[in-house]
């Protein structure tokens, strides 16, 4: 796996909600390609093979770097959590964050519903007659 270098960068306030989202898309879109390389290994004939062990570690992979990226959108979140709990002490600023949360919430359960709708649809195939 390739080696991480943690790094500190700033995004302008009006951004954060943008790069909140495509770093959780990116990470979805990373528990996809697992869910993909998952099914590769469920559907191949030989399981003990050096085949299913490359798959196994490419599933490995993604799964990380998906967690990688959740765990860079969850620090983007607290630090502006904390942003507004030590520099907004009025109640305009505690409705701009309630408001912010608000819409990170509706965006992270619109992902989770794509998430689930996916999984549905991979569980439950179409079947012709």
């Known amino acids: ?3 991480r270098v943690q790094i500190t960068y700033s995004v302008d306030l ?4 943008e790069e909140v989202t495509r ?4 990470a979805t879109l990373k528990v996809k390609k697992a869910v993909e390389i998952g099914e590769e290994i469920n ?12 798959a196994i570690q490419r599933l490995r992979q993604s799964l990380a770097r998906a967690d ?3 765990s860079d959108a969850s620090s ?20 701009s964050a309630a408001m912010m949360n608000e819409r990170l919430r509706d965006k ?5 519903k794509a998430f689930i709708e996916e999984e549905a649809d991979d569980e439950n195939p179409s079947q012709e007659l």
């Not at 770093?23 to 990116?26: A, C, G, H, S």
């Not at 559907?43 to 490359?54: D, K, R, Y």
């Not at 992270?108 to 989770?112: A, C, G, H, P």
């Open 43 to 54: 559907q191949g004939t030989a399981v003990l093979s050096v085949q299913t062990m490359e």
């Open 14 to 17: 009006e951004d954060l909600d």
């Open 76 to 95: 983007l979140i607290g630090g502006y959590l904390n942003y507004v709990a030590t520099t907004h002490q009025h109640d305009s600023a505690q409705d």
């Open 68 to 70: 990688f990226g959740l």
């Open 108 to 112: 992270v359960d619109t992902l989770k």
């Open 1 to 3: 796996m390739n080696k």
């Open 23 to 26: 770093l959780m898309e990116t």
